[in-house]
């Protein structure tokens, strides 16, 4: 933090590079000096905190997704990373860099927003707890201020609460840039069959990643049944997701596959 505060603006962090570096070799980005936080011992940890989670920021994704506690206590989370780039890049790419970084196509941040994540920021004025919901401002803009983030704390979810994340991309394959992604977390309640704690989010297709709040409100203590989960997919395509038309995808086909995608986890969780 000192060295952040003499350098006085002027200094870039560099974790995995695999955003960073692809931004300076391209002439995007120029750095007057980078500080490598790779090796700093407490940004390197996955530790269970109560039933919840904590992932240090300098953590690879691919080993929280091989990870043993998170494939126990957050599949979801697993589910996600596993297909976050190639095995290269997943070794290089950490979590804390894949949200600082503020893609909207960001493979973690679903997964991460369906579970009610917060991220901590440190900073010369002390630290902060932000929402991850809170967190992003734009594409490429979060809230930081000459800040490192720090820890990103998974709180306890529902035993009986399951999730699916799905991934589309150009050739469905994991080095692909998402072209829409969802991520469902859920806690149907089984003897009554109906909606009681439902999670959706959204990746790719608004200026950040976003909770699909329109469609969670519409299920809530609705039945489990073909037209809760029609209209809920619905809402999540007209009212919850902005897309706009890239390289990638147009906006209408998008929209398209929200509503299938959001259809077709909640059809899943409901058969559990
Ligand atoms: C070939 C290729 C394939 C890819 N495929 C995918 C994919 O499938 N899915 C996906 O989501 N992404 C993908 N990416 C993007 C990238 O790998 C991820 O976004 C990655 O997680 C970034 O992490 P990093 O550690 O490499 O970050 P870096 O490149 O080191 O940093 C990215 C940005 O975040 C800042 N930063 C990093 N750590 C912190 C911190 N702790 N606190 C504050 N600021 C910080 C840096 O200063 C920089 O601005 C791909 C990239 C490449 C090159």
Known sequence: MSLMEKLDGGVSLLAG??????????GRLRHRTLVD???????????????GLCLGAAVNTRTIARSPLVKERFPLLSQALAVLGSMQIGNRATIGGNLANASPAADSAPALLALEASVKLVGPQGERLV??????????????????LTEIHVPSAPDQGRGVFYKLGPRGAPEDICIVSVA????????????????????AVAPTPIRARNAEKALLGQLIEGRTVEDAA???????????????GSASYRRAMVKILVARALEQLSER
């Not at 695999?18 to 391209?26: C, F, G, I, Q």
């Not at 936080?37 to 039933?51: C, F, T, V, W």
């Open 37 to 51: 936080i790779k090796h700093i011992s407490n940004l390197g940890a996955i530790r269970p905190e109560d039933a």
């Open 131 to 148: 929402p991850l919901e809170n967190f992003f401002s734009g594409p490429g803009k979060t809230v930081l201020e000459r800040e490192l």
């Open 184 to 203: 469902v977390f859920a806690v149907p309640d089984a003897s009554k069959r109906i909606w009681t704690d439902v999670r959706i989010a959204l990746g």
């Open 17 to 26: 590079g695999t955003d960073l570096l692809v931004a300076m070799k391209d």
């Open 234 to 248: 619905r809402l999540a395509a007209e009212k919850d997701a902005r897309p706009i038309s890239d390289i990638r």
